[in-house]
């Protein structure tokens, strides 16, 4: 297990993750998390720089049905 | 036979010549929901309309308007889809929690078409997950029904109504129609209008029917897919006869079998009612072509990175008004927990939809359809935190999703149906897919499969009266005046 993080780190880190009531469950969460880290890991290490997202954005969308 | 138990295709001809009623076919299926739903709780709301809805549909049919297959069929709605005459929890009871009485598009297309909305079917708390408590499987009370869809796969199992809606965000229409012993069609990303379902995972989120027959899945896909510009992933391709695909021979037909990732840690009956399941589609003059996908590896954290972040984003305000902490435990967790999900981790995992949604196009320039099991295992105990499979441990929602998720990322059109039982007497579900909008042909080989072994005949039995074991349930449940 890691080292206890810094109180003012720990502090950013809820914020930049916009954690909010639910930050007495941080380190459950952390626990149930760990699994689906080691998945999304995996994709981590892929060169997919010239891949285009799935989702593409269509400007036409508010326009259709009318 | 009871007519409650016969397919749309018998019955629809039957109600159409007078033969049957509408009538008669609602007050069956409300009696068999208060003679067996207490045992299988797949019912969270029953419809006061139902049966003047019933009386209206007899009165059509006898002045001659006649409105297609399913006038007059009781069909059951997921607890996440929309209804007008009924509440809506998502499965939900926290504190609130409140959707509109509006009919989603789906709930509009089946009351168009004539079809009797029953009732409202149990689903996992906001479809977030397989095992949609506190309902029990037909086929043996101790086990779970698969989910999200549990209720409805539990109650068109256990002959509750003809058909029920589901969604499938990871599998959630096939997990509980291949544990159940039924068929559920997850449709084309963009074939059925999601307007007015609860959204759980914008860009996975898919509905269908979850039938007992696959000519009952044709039946209802017609009346379900279509254009509808209200919901901005909806595509305007046109939609074929779906019946016409029934009683097709396959011969000559390209079935393709993946290899890698859906074979060899199932259970042993999995792989076994699979590999029989595959001779017989060649001796019925399929052409098998064997080939591994690759970049399947990656795909489990690419569901749960869009899952997770889609789900805490729809869940956003509620999570900030601490409004979550009402929710059931497991959902809670997996709600709290998108926040993990960086915005880089998203959109690599757009990118990997994009690199699979590629592989699978290329795949399919050479079958026609791929095959192979839809859960690893069959139904599990509701109490069973961790699945061993051949020594292998796993959590029941890795487990169930491992083999179905893939089509929710690439869209593609998948149907389980049923190809056998276990030891157990538990049902085992085949997975057939096909390229984007390509359901005629999934609907194709699953009926051609179903002629030659019609599992379907094969029903679970029950008690005579399986009594109400929980009295909010038979309150809330009580038969109509």
């Known amino acids: 297990m890691s080292e206890p993080i810094d109180p003012s780190v720990g502090a950013l880190l809820r914020e930049l993750l916009g954690i909010g009531p639910e930050s007495e469950r941080l380190d459950e969460n952390l626990a149930a998390y760990a699994s689906i880290l080691e998945e999304i890991k995996k994709l981590r290490v892929l060169d997919l720089s010239d891949v285009h997202p799935v989702v593409i954005f269509d400007p036409s969308i508010p326009y259709r049905g009318r | ?481």
């Open chain 2, 1 to 481: 036979m009871e007519p409650i138990d016969q397919p749309i295709e018998t019955l629809a001809p039957a109600l159409r010549a007078g033969k049957l009623s509408a009538t008669e076919l609602t007050e069956a299926a409300l009696e068999r929901i208060r003679l067996r739903d207490g045992a299988f709780k797949s019912f969270v709301h029953l419809n006061d309309s139902a049966m003047a809805a019933a009386i209206e549909a007899d009165r059509d049919l006898r002045g001659g308007h006649w409105r297609g297959p399913l006038h007059g069929v009781p069909i059951a709605v997921k607890d996440n889809c929309l209804t007008a005459d009924m509440p809506t929890t998502a499965g939900s009871m926290a504190l609130g929690v409140a959707f509109p009485l509006v009919d989603s598009a789906v709930a509009a297309r089946l009351r168009a078409a004539g079809a009797i909305l029953i009732g409202k079917t149990r689903t996992h708390e906001f479809a977030w997950g397989p095992v949609c408590p506190p309902t029990r499987n037909p086929w043996d009370l101790s086990r779970i029904p698969g989910g999200s869809s549990g209720g409805s796969g539990a109650a068109v199992a256990g002959g509750l109504c003809v058909a029920a809606l589901g969604t499938d965000t990871g599998g959630s229409i096939r997990i509980p129609a291949s544990l159940c012993g039924i068929v559920g069609l997850k449709p084309t990303y963009g074939r059925v209008s999601r307007k007015g379902i609860v959204p759980h995972s914008w860009s996975l989120d898919h509905a269908g029917p979850m039938t007992r027959t696959v000519s009952d899945a044709a039946a209802v896909m017609a009346t379900l897919a279509g254009y509808d510009p209200s919901d901005p992933a909806c595509s305007d391709v046109s939609v074929p006869d779906y019946t016409s695909a029934l009683g097709q021979s396959i011969s000559g037909l390209r079935v393709g079998v993946c290899r890698n990732h859906f074979f060899g840690r199932n259970q042993a009956a999995v792989d076994n009612a699979i590999e029989v399941a595959i001779v017989d589609l060649a001796e019925a003059g399929a052409s098998i072509v064997e080939f591994d996908l690759p970049n399947l590896d990656y795909g489990l954290g690419a569901i749960l990175a869009i899952e997770l972040a889609s789900s805490t984003a729809y869940h956003d305000q509620a999570l900030q008004a601490g409004r979550t902490a009402h929710y059931s435990k497991d959902v809670r967790t997996m709600v709290e927990i998108g926040r993990f999900v960086t915005a880089v981790d998203y959109l690599k995992a757009e990118q990997l939809r994009h690199v699979l949604m590629t592989d699978l196009a290329r795949a399919f320039d050479t079958v026609d359809v791929i095959v192979g099991p839809t859960v690893p295992l069959t139904a599990w105990s509701p109490d069973a935190d961790h699945i061993e499979i051949r020594g292998a441990s796993e959590s029941p929602l890795t487990a169930s999703w491992r083999l179905s998720y893939l089509y929710n990322l690439t869209g593609s059109p998948a149907i389980s149906l049923p190809c056998g039982f276990d030891s157990d007497g538990l049902p085992i579900g085949m997975q057939i897919a096909a390229k984007a909008f390509d359901e005629i042909t999934v609907l194709r080989v699953a009926h051609a499969y179903e002629r030659r072994h019609p599992w379907c005949a094969t029903r679970p039995s029950f008690a005579p009266n399986l009594a109400f074991d929980d009295d909010r349930t038979a309150q809330r449940l009580k038969p109509m005046a």
